[in-house]
C-alpha cells in the first residue's frame, strides 16, 4: 500500500437515496454477539459502533437485527431485536452515538436465519421445547449441523411480511438512516429467492417470479411503513454456488425489479453460510473477489451498488470506485482490525493502517456463541475499557523475553504507555511463528511487518540474537519481566525424522530466522530464506514433480498441502484424529477442504505415524494395521506446544514481578497470543 497517495474517490462524498454520505467507505453488517439476552442493545455494542464511527466511515451498518422472532427466532446466533416498541430506547442510543462521531447509520433487518435457527424459542431456557422453530420454504437444509426445519405456512410467510414493516417503522423513531433488508448467505429469504432451496407448489414457489414474492412483499411492507424518503437498500447473494442454485442471471433480473420497486441500493454478497464459497471469504481467496458482482449489477440499475469481500487495500478500493465498478466499499473485518481504516486513508497513512489477515477468528468466536474478538486487534469488543492507551501513572523498566506476536504486542503497548521497554530476541529477527506465515497466508507475513514497523516507531530497545539468562537479567535489573518466549513445534514420536527425504516446519521457521540448515533439500534453501514468499517459491521449485506426505491435518498441514497441490505437486495428509482441521473457523475449514478435494489431495485419518523410512511413511490405521505410504519427501506439520526452557523457574525465585504471556503459557492461536501481550502491557 502507497500511504502517500490521494485516495480522492474513496474520500468523495457520496448518495442513497436522500442520504448523504461524506466518503464511500461503508461498515457492512456483522454479528458480534454484543446484544444482551433478549437482543437489546447495550453499552458494549453502542461503544463498539461508536469507535467505528470515530474512525471516518460515512455510512455505518449495525449487525443482522431481528424483525420476525415470533415465526423464526434464529437463537443460536443470539442477535438485536427491533421486532418491538421495547427495543427503541436502546437503539436511539445506538443511533445517536453513531451520529455523535460524524457517521451516518443504518441497520440491517433479518427475517432470520430459516434452517440454520436450531434450538428453543427466543426465550432463554426453552431450549428443550418439543418442536423445533428452524422454518423454510420447503423443508430443504444445508450443513452438518443444521437442523431439520418445518415448512412455512402462507399465513406465517404472511405475518413475517407484516412484521417486517413494524420493525422497520421502530428503526425509524429510533433515528437510524437507512434500512438494509438481508437476503443473502442461505438465510430465510435467501432460501426463498433459490431454487435449490425453494421446491414450493404455492405462489411462492416454482417460477422466478413467485420466488422472488416473499422478498418483494417485504420490500413494500417496510417501504409503506418508512415512507418515500427513508433510504432502503437490499443485500443479496448474487451466487449461492448450490446445484441449480441462485445464479447471477436471476440476480440481475431481480435487481432491476427491486430498483422498480424504489429500493435505494444493491449491496452485492455471494455463497452461502459453510459451503464451498461463504460469505465471508478467507485468506485461501484473493481480495476483491467479489468485485466482479458489483460490476454485474452495475450494468443493469442506476442506483447506487456497494459491495465488500477482502478489499481490505485501498489502492484496489480506489481502484473499483474510478473504474465504475462499484459505488460504495465495504469494509467489514479491515475495520474490525483496524477502527481507523478510513481515518487513515484520508490522512495518507495507509501503511499504518493494522491489516486483518482473514483468518474468520471474528466469525468463529460468532458461531461458538462467544462475543467477537479480533486475531490482531486485542481491543475489539472490549472498547468500553481498553478504549484508550493513556500513560502509567508509574513509569516502569520492562523487560520483555521473546520476539514473537505476545512479546512484541507487549512490548508495543507498553512503550505507549510511556514504560522503559527492552525487548530480546534469541533469533536474529522479530516474528516468532508469525515469519512463516506468507508461506500459507501472506495476510500474516503484512501482519508481522505492521508489528516491527510500529515497534520500530517506538522508544524500544530491540536486541536480536540475544539468550536471555538469569544473570543478564540481574545486570539490566527490570521492575517487570514479561515472558513470551513462545511455542516449538511438538516433537515427533516416531523415528526417522532426521532423515534427508524429512522437512520439519520447525526447520522452516529456523529458516526465516536466518539460522542454516544443515541437511537435506533445506541446506539448498538456506540463502533464500529472507523473505517467506521466496521461501515458498523456491521450496515448491525444489519439490516439482516428487510425491509429498504431510504429517499432520491441522491447520498448518492443511494450508501447506492446499499451496503445494495447487501448484501441481502430488500430495497426502495423514491426521492421527479423527477429521482434519479440528480447531479451525467452519467456513475457513469448508473451503479448505473442497480445495483439498479439488486439488486431488489424498487425505488420511486415523493414520498414526510410526516411521519415516528411504521409501515412504509407515503408519497404524484405526484397525491397527500397518502400511506404508510411499513418497519422496514427507513434510512435519504437527501441533505447537509452549517451548521448553528453565529460565521462567529461575527467575521465579527472585523478587521482581513475572509475566507469562502467548505460547509460552499454553501453545494456541495468534489471536489469543496478541491478546495476552496487550492486556499484560495495559495492566502494568
Known amino acids: 500500500m502507497n500511504g502517500k497517495r490521494d485516495y480522492h474517490k474513496l474520500m468523495e462524498p457520496g448518495k442513497i437515496g436522500s442520504l448523504q454520505l461524506k466518503n464511500r467507505i461503508v461498515m457492512p453488517a456483522m454479528g458480534t454477539r454484543f446484544c444482551g439476552v433478549w437482543g437489546e442493545v447495550n453499552e458494549t455494542i453502542i461503544e463498539y459502533y461508536r469507535r467505528r464511527a470515530r474512525g471516518g466511515c460515512g455510512l455505518i451498518m449495525v449487525e443482522v437485527t431481528q424483525a420476525a422472532t415470533a415465526i423464526d427466532p434464529l437463537r443460536v446466533f443470539h442477535d438485536m431485536r427491533a421486532d418491538d416498541q421495547c427495543y427503541i430506547p436502546g437503539l436511539n442510543l445506538l443511533a445517536e452515538a453513531v451520529h455523535e462521531e460524524g457517521a451516518k447509520i443504518g441497520i440491517q433487518l433479518s427475517a432470520g436465519g430459516g434452517f440454520q435457527a436450531h434450538g428453543g424459542p427466543w426465550t432463554p431456557g426453552f431450549q428443550e421445547i418439543s418442536g423445533t422453530p428452524a422454518v423454510s420454504p420447503s423443508g430443504m437444509y444445508f450443513g452438518e449441523r443444521a437442523v431439520k426445519p418445518r415448512i412455512l405456512t402462507t399465513e406465517e410467510i404472511h405475518l413475517i411480511v407484516q412484521q417486517f414493516g413494524r420493525s422497520a417503522s421502530y428503526v425509524k423513531s429510533a433515528g437510524f438512516d437507512l434500512i438494509e433488508i438481508h437476503a443473502h448467505g442461505g438465510y430465510l429469504i435467501h432460501q426463498f429467492l433459490s431454487p435449490f432451496f425453494n421446491k414450493r407448489t404455492d405462489e411462492y414457489g416454482g417460477s422466478f ?18 415512507g418515500a424518503n427513508m433510504p432502503l437498500q437490499v443485500k443479496f447473494s448474487i451466487e449461492d454456488f448450490m446445484p441449480d442454485g441462485w445464479d447471477i442471471k436471476q440476480s440481475t433480473e431481480l435487481a432491476k425489479k427491486l430498483e422498480a420497486a424504489g429500493v435505494n441500493s444493491l449491496v452485492a454478497s455471494s455463497g452461502i453460510h459453510k459451503a464451498k464459497m461463504p460469505a465471508t471469504p478467507p485468506y485461501v481467496y484473493p481480495q476483491g473477489i467479489y468485485i466482479s458482482f458489483a460490476e454485474a449489477l452495475k450494468k443493469v440499475v442506476k442506483i447506487p451498488v456497494m459491495v465488500g469481500g477482502r478489499i481490505n487495500n485501498p489502492d484496489m478500493a480506489e481502484k473499483a470506485l474510478a473504474e465504475g465498478k462499484t459505488d460504495f466499499i465495504m469494509e467489514g473485518r479491515a475495520v474490525i482490525a483496524d477502527p481507523d481504516w478510513a481515518q487513515k486513508v484520508k490522512n495518507g497513512e495507509s501503511n499504518d493502517i493494522r491489516p486483518c489477515i482473514a483468518c474468520n477468528s471474528c466469525r468463529q468466536r460468532g458461531h461458538e456463541m462467544k ?11 472490549r472498547e468500553t475499557k481498553y478504549n484508550d492507551i493513556v500513560p502509567a501513572g508509574v513509569k516502569k523498566k520492562v523487560l520483555i523475553i521473546g520476539g514473537g506476536p505476545a512479546g512484541m504486542e507487549a512490548a508495543r503497548v507498553a512503550a505507549l504507555r510511556g514504560h522503559e521497554v527492552i525487548l530480546c530476541e534469541r533469533n536474529g529477527s522479530l516474528g516468532g511463528k508469525m515469519v512463516l506465515g506468507g508461506i500459507h497466508n501472506e495476510q500474516i507475513t503484512h501482519f508481522n511487518k505492521w508489528m516491527i514497523n510500529q515497534i520500530m516507531k517506538l522508544p524500544v530497545e530491540v536486541k536480536l540474537k540475544t539468550n536471555v539468562t538469569p544473570s543478564l537479567v540481574k545486570k539490566l535489573s527490570p521492575d517487570v519481566v514479561i515472558i513470551a518466549t513462545g511455542a516449538e513445534f511438538a516433537a515427533p514420536q516416531f523415528s526417522g525424522v532426521t532423515n534427508d527425504n524429512v522437512i520439519n516446519y520447525h526447520d522452516l521457521m529456523d529458516l526465516m530466522h536466518g539460522i542454516p540448515a544443515t541437511k537435506g533439500i533445506l541446506r539448498d534453501l538456506s540463502a533464500s530464506a529472507i523473505d517467506s514468499t521466496i521461501l515458498r517459491e523456491n521450496l515448491i521449485s525444489k519439490l516439482s514433480n516428487k510425491r509429498i506426505v504431510i504429517i499432520g491435518g491441522q491447520f498448518i498441514g492443511c494450508s501447506l498441502a492446499l499451496l503445494m497441490a495447487e501448484r501441481g505437486l502430488k500430495m497426502t495428509i495423514l491426521e492421527e484424529t479423527d477429521h482434519i482441521g479440528n480447531s479451525m473457523e467452519e467456513n475457513t475449514m469448508t473451503v479448505l477442504k473442497n480445495h483439498i478435494t479439488a486439488n486431488n489431495v489424498k487425505v488420511m485419518t486415523s493414520a498414526k505415524v510410526t516411521e519415516i523410512t528411504d521409501k515412504g511413511v509407515v503408519i497404524t490405521d484405526a484397525s491397527n494395521h500397518n502400511a506404508q505410504i510411499e513418497c519422496d519427501f514427507s513434510f512435519i506439520a504437527l501441533d505447537l506446544v509452549p517451548a521448553t526452557s528453565k529460565l521462567e523457574e529461575e527467575l521465579n525465585k527472585e523478587s521482581r514481578r513475572l509475566i ?25
Open 371 to 381: 462475543q467477537i474478538r479480533c486475531t490482531v486487534n486485542a481491543v475489539t469488543g
Open 660 to 684: 507469562t504471556i502467548g505460547d509460552a503459557k499454553s501453545a494456541r492461536r495468534i489471536l489469543e497470543s496478541i491478546s495476552d501481550g496487550f492486556m499484560s502491557a495495559y495492566n502494568l
Open 209 to 226: 417470479e413467485n420466488r422472488i414474492r416473499f422478498l418483494m412483499e417485504i420490500v413494500n411492507s417496510v417501504r409503506n411503513a418508512i
